[in-house]
């Protein structure tokens, strides 16, 4: 991690907030007090910050330098709002593609993801401000710069997600092993979005849930599933090869 990347010190932190900085996480010594750490709460009441408690040790491991118990993650990049991005594609005349991430943590995984999303032509990763992956230098790499082209949307959460595209006319479809129906199998002929999930979870129940249907890849081995990415990769290549079809139609 470099430093460049961090804003630590207390006063310092909270001018990041007050700036508007896009900040990923803020690690904050488990036993901080004071009033200047009252005024950093209070900075951050009301604001989709990940905030976790952790020993001191830890902070020690990012910087040596005095970072008076805080540490804030400055993101690589400016995220974006689902809900300005959806009204501009209907605008150009286009069916929106988007692609969610639920719990997805791995920095790798989230590049090559976003990588095949810009190649092809996703108009949108979304991912939680909680319990996700991060947009830090490493994602940026695996992502060969994709994630400096393709808008990324940090949203409260996947669910309500989910639920506001479902209100813009986009059909959700969960990534899924408990899945009846096989990938190929769906039209995905309109606004379109894939919800994938974390390799060891999946897509959470109460996504699942609200989802207007499952999907799978058939899988012939003994393994228990494909890579995310890779699973990614084959389920945005459908729509696309779906979509290219319907215009040559």
Known sequence: MKESELVFGIRAVIEAIQADKEIDKILVRRDLQGELA???????????????R??????????????????????????????????????????????????????????AIARTCECAGVDALVIPSK????????????????????????EKSINQAIRFLQQSGVKVYAASEKAADSYTNMAYDGPTAIV???EDTGVSSENLRI??????IPQFGTIGSLNVSVASSILIYEVV???MNQEHN
């Open 241 to 243: 090869r779906q979509r």
């Open 196 to 198: 994938m999930g974390a």
């Open 54 to 111: 952790v020993p001191q040790e830890r902070l020690d491991r990012y910087t040596r330098k005095n970072h008076q118990g805080v540490i804030a993650f400055v993101s690589a990049i400016t995220y974006q709002k689902l809900e300005d991005i959806i009204p501009l594609i209907y605008e150009e005349g286009r069916d929106p593609f988007i692609v969610l991430l639920d719990g997805i943590t791995d920095v790798r995984n989230f590049g």
């Open 38 to 52: 009252k005024e950093l709460f209070e900075t951050l009441r009301g604001r989709a910050i990940q905030v976790q």
């Open 131 to 154: 319990g996700s992956v991060t947009v830090n230098a490493d994602a940026i790499k695996t992502s060969a710069g994709a994630l400096h082209i393709l808008p990324v949307c940090k």
């Open 211 to 216: 989802c207007d249907a499952m999907i799978k």
